[in-house]
C-alpha cells in the first residue's frame, strides 16, 4: 500500500510538470475551476477507482453496457477477442477489417487492414505486443486503462466512399452534449474537422493544432436526433464523457467512450474556453 502511495504520489507529480508545460499555468488539484483541471482532479479522484470507468473505456467490454442501454444495434460487427495477438486466427477474418488493442487509445492501438493478403502479420504482431505490454496511462495518471485486460479485437471495417466515414464527438457533461466535432478522412490521410453547437451552427470551439476545416460545413444527418439520445443516454451520471459514434450511409455505429479527452491537456483556442467549459463540470459532490 505505502508502494502504490509512492507510485501514485510520482504520477501526480509527473502530471503537474506536464501540464505546466503544456498549459502554460499551474494545475489547482485543490479547487480546480477549468476544464483541464477538472479531468485531472476526476483522474485522481474518481477514474482511478470507479470499475464502471475502466469497463465502459473498455473498447470490448463496453459492448454489454451499449447493448443494456437499448443500442445493441449500434455497435460495429465483431469477428473474433484474443487476449495475445499471435492467437489470432486468420483464416476466420474476412479481406478487410479493423484491429484494436481495446486497453489503450490513439493510433498506435489501432490497425486498419484494407486486404489482409497485403497485411504484415509479423510486424503487427511485433507492434501489438510492444505496446501492450506498457501499462498505458500510468505515465500520467489514465488508471483506467492500466486496469483492463489487453486484448486484441477485430471488427468490421466501415466503408464511407471516397472522403472517408464521418467521425462524430460528443462533448457531454453531466448527460447533456454540449458540443461536438465532425471529422473526415481521418484514414485516408487528409482530415478535416468542424465543430458545432447541438443546434446544427457551427460553434466557437477549437483546439490549438487543429485539423482545417472543410471548405463546405457538413451536412446535419437525417438521423441525428438518434446520435443525440445515444451521446446523453451513455453519457449520463457523469460530470463529462467524450462520446465517439460513426454515421455511414445513415446507419449510426458506436466508437468508444472517452473519460480523458486527450489526457485532460486540451490547448484549447482560445484558452478562455478552458474555463467556459469547465463551469459544465461540477465536481462538488464527487467522494474522494
Known sequence: MILNKLKHMRIKRSVRRKFKKRLGYTLDLEAPKTYCEKIQWLKFNQIVDDQRIVTRADKYAVRAYVESKGFGEHLVDLYGSWHKPEKIDWQKLPDRFVLKLTNGSGGRYCWFVKDKKLFSRRQFENDARTVRTKKYGLRYGEF?????????????????????IKDYKF??????VAFFSVEQGKVEG?????????DWSRSSVRFFGDHPRPEQPFTKPANFDRMILMAETLSFGYPHIRVDLYNVDSRVFFGELTYTPENGLTRWDPPSLDLKYGRLMDVNNIRH
Not at 171 to 176: A, L, N, Q, S, T
Not at 190 to 198: A, S
Open 190 to 198: 487528409d482530415p478535416v474537422r468542424d465543430y458545432y453547437d447541438i
Open 144 to 164: 483506467h486503462y492500466a486496469k483492463m485486460p489487453s486484448r486484441v479485437i477485430a471488427e468490421e471495417y466501415l466503408e464511407g466512399g471516397a472522403h472517408g
Open 171 to 176: 462533448y457531454c457533461f453531466h448527460g447533456k
